[in-house]
């Protein structure tokens, strides 16, 4: 991870620690050559800047998507809740500046590439193979499961299932995105290759990678 883009990413807002954010690198600076990269939980642009660097330096796109009004776990009165995130004139969260401003600064802008809404609607229309799915959304178990079923069968053959956030252990965190990783395994299209913190990787091998052919 070039020098530069390690401090942008440092310095923006959201949640990803840094080891896991350099192995999301790593992983995209592999995968980037053979097609487009997909997140889904764009917030501030944290871990979009460890995915646009890995764009940056081999080629390639990443696209972000996020209706930018936050999870359950952002909106005021919840644990991962930041007041200064909150459109004043409707009264909900909006990320959308932040990640802007964010990816701007890093110089990005050409990488890394935002869809704005939901991520079951863009989901729907989507229509291109992945190298990469990073799936970092909504939390809740149906969000989770969603953006599974919505995304999962684009990651072409060889290509990388990212998963964050996964606690096998109910007491060390929330337990959809883990139901999840579960579901990738069970489902056989995927298999566990590596993991760092509580972000793991699966390869897609074959088979039916979700029961929502879009
Ligand atoms: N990857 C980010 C963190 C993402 S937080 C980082 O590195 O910091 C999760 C994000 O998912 C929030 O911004 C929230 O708005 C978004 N989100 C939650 N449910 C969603 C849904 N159904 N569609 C689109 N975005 C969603
Ligand atoms: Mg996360």
Redesign the pocket.
């Known amino acids: 991870m070039p020098a530069d883009l390690l401090a942008h990413a440092l310095a923006a807002k959201?949640?990803?620690p840094e080891d896991e954010g350099e192995f999301l690198h790593r992983v995209a600076s592999e995968r980037l050559p053979h097609g487009p990269a997909l997140?889904?939980?764009?917030?501030?642009g944290?871990?979009a800047i460890y995915l646009g660097a890995a764009a940056r330096e081999v080629g390639g796109t990443v696209f972000t998507?996020?209706?930018?009004?936050?999870?359950e776990e952002?909106q005021a009165g919840w644990e991962h809740h930041d007041a200064t995130l909150v459109d004043a004139e409707f009264g909900v969260?909006d990320?959308l500046p932040i990640f802007r401003r964010t990816i701007a600064r890093a110089g990005l802008e050409d990488q890394v590439i935002a869809l704005v809404?939901?991520?079951?609607t863009v989901a729907r229309h989507w229509r291109t193979p992945l190298s990469l799915l990073f799936i970092?959304?909504?939390h809740a178990e149906e969000?989770a499961q969603?953006d599974y079923s919505g995304w999962a069968h684009w990651v072409m053959p060889g290509g990388a299932l990212v998963i964050?956030d996964v606690f096998e252990r109910p007491e060390d965190g929330g337990q959809p995105p883990y139901h999840v990783w579960l579901r990738a395994v069970a489902s056989k299209a995927f298999e566990p290759a590596r993991t760092v913190g509580s972000m793991r990787v699966l390869t897609r091998v074959a088979g039916d990678a979700g029961d929502s052919a879009g």
């Open positions: 959201g949640f990803m997140e889904v939980g764009t917030y501030c944290k871990s998507v996020d209706h930018h009004r936050g999870s952002n969260m990320t809404g939901r991520s079951t970092d959304g909504g969000h969603n964050h």
